[in-house]
């Protein structure tokens, strides 16, 4: 089942902090971000695995709840190129589930 | 630029018709994956390669195919189109199947008239 996201859009100015939502109804092994700016392809931002551990860019930072099976994706000081929308993708805990499903995506768009 | 490549860019075709679309993986990337992408749906998954072999499927219709060949590079077929299959085509790779970095190429844009 498709992950729920929220917001689904957020404008920001420069220097304010947005934080992204991430919510399934499945359990999930782990959740991965990407992020994609119009015309573009996504671009990879963080996956964070069951149990705590955590891939991805130093200054990204996200948090992997297991019993709610939420995550949340936290941009702090935002900058103009912060700007694009923001997808989600869950792992389910099925054995062998290689595949990603994605959110609908949170639109981020940064003024100055 | 991610290392992915696909072809072609664009493509525009009636309905009814048949299409390819092609994918090269990063270099040392033995993943590859399939997923389309229109405005209403966000990115659906549609199929996962590793090593020549399938290894998950997702949404994807029966009159669409895909396989990666020894080289490693993948094809996606797509028959009898409909107008509802027009979208964003995108290919991503990755060196094994599960929690790794996907690496996602520029996309190609089909368009069913």
């Known amino acids: 089942q498709q992950p729920v996201q929220s917001p689904q859009a957020v404008i920001l100015r420069e220097g304010e902090d947005a934080v992204i939502n991430c919510s399934s109804s499945k359990a999930l092994y782990s959740v991965h971000w990407y992020r994609q700016k119009h015309g573009e392809a996504p671009v990879f931002l963080m996956i964070l695995l069951k149990g705590g551990e955590q891939k991805g860019h130093e200054k990204i930072s996200a948090s992997f709840n297991e019993k709610k099976q939420q995550s949340s994706l936290y941009l702090t000081a935002s900058q103009l190129s912060y700007s694009g929308t923001y997808f989600c993708?869950?792992?389910?805990?099925?054995?062998?589930?290689?595949?990603?499903?994605f959110g609908k995506g949170t639109k981020l768009s940064v003024i100055p | 630029d991610s290392g992915v490549t696909q072809t072609p860019k664009h493509l525009i075709t009636a309905t009814g018709q048949r299409v390819t679309l092609r994918c090269s993986p990063r270099?040392?990337?033995?993943?590859v994956y399939w997923y389309q992408q229109s405005l209403d749906q966000g990115l659906q998954f549609l199929i996962q390669?590793?090593?020549?072999?399938?290894?998950a499927k997702g949404n994807i219709l029966e009159r669409f195919s895909a396989q990666q060949f020894p080289d490693l590079h993948s094809e996606l077929n797509l028959s009898s189109l409909e107008l509802g299959d027009s979208a964003l085509y995108f290919c991503?790779?990755?060196?094994?199947?599960?929690?790794?970095?996907?690496?996602f190429g520029p996309g190609t844009r089909l368009t069913v008239t």
């Open positions: 270099s040392g990337d033995l993943s």
């Open positions: 993708g869950t792992e389910g805990t099925g054995a062998g589930s290689y595949q990603l499903t």
């Open positions: 991503a790779s990755s060196v094994a199947p599960g929690d790794y970095e996907q690496y």
């Open positions: 390669y590793y090593n020549g072999e399938e290894r």
